[in-house]
């Protein structure tokens, strides 16, 4: 943290020396536990989905196998993936989950938006209370707030019983167990983390330009569609992704809410797991969800450093 | 404002309700005294009576505080260290994957952490014979990997935005860095410290889908409880546990609330 700073060490004893430096501790603790807790891991799964299933205990038999003494046989098994691609249901699952993920961080989108928009323009004392009030139901269990809506929207659950007494309809609609279910549990747990980024981005945007826009006579949709939107793309790609990415792979929501037409890959893979206790397809599922889940990985890292370098200017 | 952007406005007011209906719901719906939903029987504490008297409920609970504390503690310190590395040694080797590493599990589905990790302790076990069976100790290693992220995120930020000019005066004065750490630095970043124990206890409290990969039998924790008494469909007694959850986290936020709120209008009165 002072003094002169050498970064590329000379002798092998100051290489020593910077290794166990205090920066090193610093930075390779956390880097160790991750690389060994979450990256290698991931080397497992891969190697585990090209297994084949078995009855034992782990139930997989591993391809990288002793047969005599110091004799190693290596034998893949590709058809897990095959499966994934043969059979209509997976890939439906995939659809689904994509399907679910994009619909749901659209409609986070048109509700965020306009959210994330009016804290930024409401008076500065407002506006931490009102980021709170996005925040607090974060803090809450999400299974219970997932919960919650079972009891509103169930056959005679809340919303049918009040829909019911107003008078707007006649027989209960059915929502629970159906996509409309599943979407208004996804857009609920994961509103807060689009309107998070978009505030940052909003509340940092350069008002001189609107200004200019309403003297130049602009009416104020054409203000925002012109100025503000396109100054918040960051955020909103950001946002999105930080919604998109978790949502492929949701497993509670679609399993509560949804019913047993709606395919998506989490639900599966769970089923694969700890039903039909498949260990080596469900590691396969798992590869592919990985390997499409890495080119929205990659824009979001692009857009966080984005809005963080606006940020700190 | 509301005159100025109508709109704006309304559907800010609009997404609160649509917030906070469904928890309001569940607290109106622990006081009544009818299992149905649809039918108030009216005022009644008797769930919460039955929830004290739910051995197995309390026993997950216990298990689950227990482990959300170490978890929680565990998560400031490498989320700290991590958020100083991200910081302030950007020359450092290995910066860059740290950063990768670490916003990957804020986004990463629970799922596949689940289950690479589980598959990672199978192996462990036939290869090292360590951790043995799974458990306590299993739930909690895979509870710090991505509780940490989120302690380094909001470490970050406090840290990025943080005035270094006394640590700078410090150092000139002959103190040692680590002596600067601990004396000016951990006491100003203090606050983030403070939200990300509880971010990263609450994580922990909250999670399923991890814990029920990497636990075994015998350590059940109060969200897999939670999950098989929900699939069965509305249990009042589950309301009463989600109030008592929300009427604590609430009283927390607001108490964190008001100190900050305070802090800052202080701070724009002086500024």
Redesign the interface.
């Known amino acids: 943290?002072?003094g002169p700073?050498k970064?590329i060490p000379q002798t092998p004893l100051e290489k020593m020396r910077s290794l166990v430096s205090?920066?090193?501790v610093?930075?390779?603790?956390?880097?160790f536990?991750?690389?060994l807790?979450?990256?290698?891991?991931?080397l497992?799964?891969l190697?585990?989905s090209l297994s084949e299933a078995q009855l034992a205990q782990?139930p997989y038999l591993d391809w990288i196998r002793e047969v005599e003494d110091g004799l190693v046989t290596i034998q893949l098994n590709f058809g897990n993936y095959l499966m994934l691609f043969e059979d209509e249901l997976y890939r439906d699952a995939l659809w689904g989950s994509f399907e679910v993920a994009s619909i749901s961080t659209l409609l986070c989108l048109l509700?965020?938006y306009?959210?994330a928009?009016?804290?930024s323009?409401?008076?500065?004392?407002?506006r931490?209370?009102?980021l709170?009030?996005?925040?607090?139901?974060f803090?809450?269990?999400?299974?219970?707030?997932v919960?919650?809506?079972?009891?509103?929207l169930?056959g005679?659950?809340?919303l049918n019983?009040l829909l019911l007494g107003l008078g707007i309809i006649d027989t209960p609609l059915e929502i629970l167990h159906t996509p409309v279910a599943v979407y208004i549990g996804v857009v609920?747990s994961y509103?807060p983390f689009l309107v998070l980024p978009l505030y940052a981005t909003l509340v940092r945007l350069d008002n001189t330009l609107l200004e200019a826009a309403a003297d130049l006579g602009a009416r104020p949709w054409k203000q925002f569609l012109k100025v503000t939107l396109p100054q918040s793309v960051p955020g909103i790609l950001a946002g999105s992704?930080?919604v998109f990415?978790?949502v492929?792979?949701?497993?509670?929501i679609p399993d509560?809410l949804g019913g047993p037409d709606t395919l998506m890959i989490?639900k599966l893979?769970?089923t694969e797991?700890?039903s039909n206790k498949d260990?080596p397809l469900?590691?396969a599922l798992?590869s592919v969800?990985?390997l499409v889940?890495i080119i929205p990985?990659v824009l979001?890292?692009h857009y966080?450093q984005k809005v963080a370098e606006r940020e700190?200017k | 404002m509301f005159k100025r952007y109508p709109f704006l406005f309304s559907v800010l007011l609009l997404g609160y309700a649509f917030l906070y209906l469904p928890i309001i719901s569940l607290i109106v719906y622990s006081f009544n005294e009818s299992r149905l939903v649809t039918v108030w029987g009216g005022f009644s504490t008797k769930w919460y009576g039955e929830l004290v008297n739910n051995g197995p409920l309390l026993d997950a609970a216990w298990l689950s505080i227990k482990i959300g504390a170490m978890n929680a503690t565990l998560s400031v310190v490498l989320g700290t260290l991590a958020a100083l590395a991200l910081v302030r040694f950007r020359n450092l080797r290995g910066h860059q994957s740290l950063g990768v590493m670490v916003t990957a599990p804020l986004v990463m589905p629970e799922i596949i952490i689940g289950l690479s990790l589980l598959l990672l302790f199978v192996a462990m076990e036939q290869l090292i014979g360590w951790p043995a069976g799974r458990g306590q100790v299993t739930i909690l290693l895979a509870h710090v990997t991505f509780s940490m992220a989120y302690v380094t995120v909001i470490v970050q930020s406090r840290l990025a935005h943080m005035d270094r000019s006394i640590e700078e005066a410090a150092l000139d004065l002959g103190a040692r860095p680590v002596k600067v750490f601990f004396r000016i630095t951990l006491p100003m970043i203090a606050p983030a410290l403070m939200a990300g124990w509880l971010l990263a206890f609450t994580l922990s409290m909250d999670d399923l889908v991890i814990a029920s990969f990497v636990s075994g039998p015998g350590s059940t924790t109060l969200p897999m409880v939670v999950y098989s008494s929900v699939r069965l469909g509305v249990s009042p007694q589950i309301n009463a546990l989600a109030t008592i959850i929300i009427g604590v986290v609430a009283m927390a936020v607001l108490i964190a609330g008001v100190v900050l709120y305070r802090k800052e209008m202080r701070k724009q009165q002086e500024g």
């Open positions: 943290m002072n700073v970064l205090g920066r090193a610093i930075l390779g603790t956390p880097w536990w991750l690389a807790f979450f990256v290698l891991p991931f497992f799964v190697k585990i782990p509700l965020g306009p959210m928009y009016a804290i323009l409401s008076p500065n004392h407002w931490l209370p009102l709170m009030l996005i925040i607090l139901p803090w809450t269990s999400f299974l219970i707030r919960y919650a809506w079972i009891g509103i169930k005679n659950g809340l019983q609920y509103l992704m930080l990415i978790p492929m792979g949701e497993f509670v509560l989490g893979m769970w797991f700890f260990w469900a590691s798992a969800l990985l889940l990985f979001m890292r966080e700190q």
